[in-house]
């Protein structure tokens, strides 16, 4: 039987936090409506607080959205520990023994790290040092929430430390990006159609770009994000891991396997700047006071828990070159930043123009442009020269447009899927070990740049599009966003 049909143990470590009822509890609730689980999923919460099983209940009621989680909270069980005693997960594994005795058997358990990313190493070892690792009755499984490591150097030794407890196939590292719809969708794009590959690389492809732009503030992770700033925070993970999927290899199969291995090949293609060369080829920017839908916002450094001459970036920009033969002399143009003037997602590549200019005032055209909208708006465009209908030749840009509201149901949400995929087992959608460290190494030659050359935030207004030294890296090379 599945591990769907025969059901599993969710257990969040650090479950009073937000995860949980802004992601997990409808994840498990949209699983079910969609009958994509059958058997029993209990959540059973870990955390310091002093709750019971009925006020933990009573607490999701309050703060998750919409009737249709009832019955996962109805199913909800807590047990009060220390993430950081090793002792205390004696009484998670007792309390999983006794619901495993009274529902099970089910297909297996799944810790899902919800805490602070300083805890992890302690959580390792004390779910190692009690044996929840241990396979023997059904499978043991774990899921470690973003952001994995802050370097090189400590994202290495938490991977030595989990796997030494887990194995990797036992381990799911999540980056929510890749459970979105469009973002799976960059490889059907890519793999399931005929027409792309063969113009998928230097000969055709003159540049590409990937946003991400946010209109939200930091909020109420000021603390947070004065240790991650954007390139930590968005560019190691989100931005990273699109442009290995628009870059990567045809993988041999579509097997976890085999995609992590072209997808990590890329990353390890990507040429590291020296120090020196850091300021021609990034932009640092944080948002100063603004405006955002017509009213004023305070910037960054009046946000809660920030310092006052905080030099943390919110935006960062950053041109990129994977040196290999498919892209060599192609440059990857990466931009994120919060407080933007608007918010979307959007990966563009930009093919090269035709090589001969037959028609009159042709060079109004732009060349053709592939976009993939990742958020909101889901869908993409291929933009191409027409023929405007009369007597004279008059060219103009029209797009071939493709919107996923055409599918008339609305897409699974990232968090359903992932979940979904560590239930069955299925590491595709996760970021390997590997994968994870090849990404640090180019954010730690970029940080080191910074910090060698002394480049400190260009400040931009909130609510506009960035700093203007991020149009001026595109500039210098003759080239422009597409999005502005
Ligand atoms: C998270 C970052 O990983 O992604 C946040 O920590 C960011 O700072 C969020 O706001 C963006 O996710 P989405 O799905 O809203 O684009």
Known sequence: MSAQARGV????LGATG????????????????????????????????PLDDESFRQRLHETVEGSDADDVIAQAVYVVGDLRQADDYKA????????????????GRIFYLAA????????????????L??????????????????DLLSARELNQELLSVFREDQVFRIDHYLGKETVQNILVLRFANGIFEPLWNRRYVDHVQISVMESIGVEHRGKYYEEAGALRDMMQNH????????AMEPPVTFDAEQVHNEKVKVLRALRLPAPHEVPNVTVRGQYGPGEMAGKPVPGYREEPDVRRDSQQETFAAVKLQVENWRWADVPFYLRTGKRLGRRVSEISVQFQRAPQRLFPRETRLQPNVLRLRIQPDEGMT?????????????????????????????GTEAYERLLYDAITGDGTLFTRRDEVEAAWQVVDAIEAGWRQEEIGPDIYRA????????????HHDGRRWHLR
Do not use: N, W
Not at 138 to 149: L, T
Not at 239 to 246: E, F, G, R, Y
């Open 382 to 410: 291929l933009s191409v020269g027409a023929k405007v209908p009369g007597l004279r030749i008059e060219l103009r840009d029209v797009d071939m447009a493709f919107d996923y509201g055409t599918f008339g149901k609305p």
């Open 133 to 150: 690792q241990d396979e023997s009755h059904g499978f043991s499984r774990i899921i470690v929430e973003k952001p994995f490591g802050h």
């Open 116 to 131: 602070p990313p300083s805890t992890y190493t302690d959580i390792f070892q004390a779910l190692g040092s009690v044996g």
């Open 92 to 107: 998670l594994g007792s309390r999983l023994d006794e619901i495993e005795a009274a529902q099970g058997p089910f297909a």
């Open 463 to 474: 609510g506009s599009l960035g700093p203007e030294a991020a149009d001026e890296l595109l």
């Open 9 to 12: 143990l969710l257990c969040v």
């Open 18 to 49: 937000d995860l949980t009822h802004r992601k997990l509890v409808p994840a498990i609730a949209g699983l079910r409506r969609a009958g994509l689980i059958g058997g029993p999923m209990p959540l059973v919460g870990f955390a310091r607080q």
């Open 239 to 246: 931005l990273l891991q699109l442009l290995t999927l628009i």
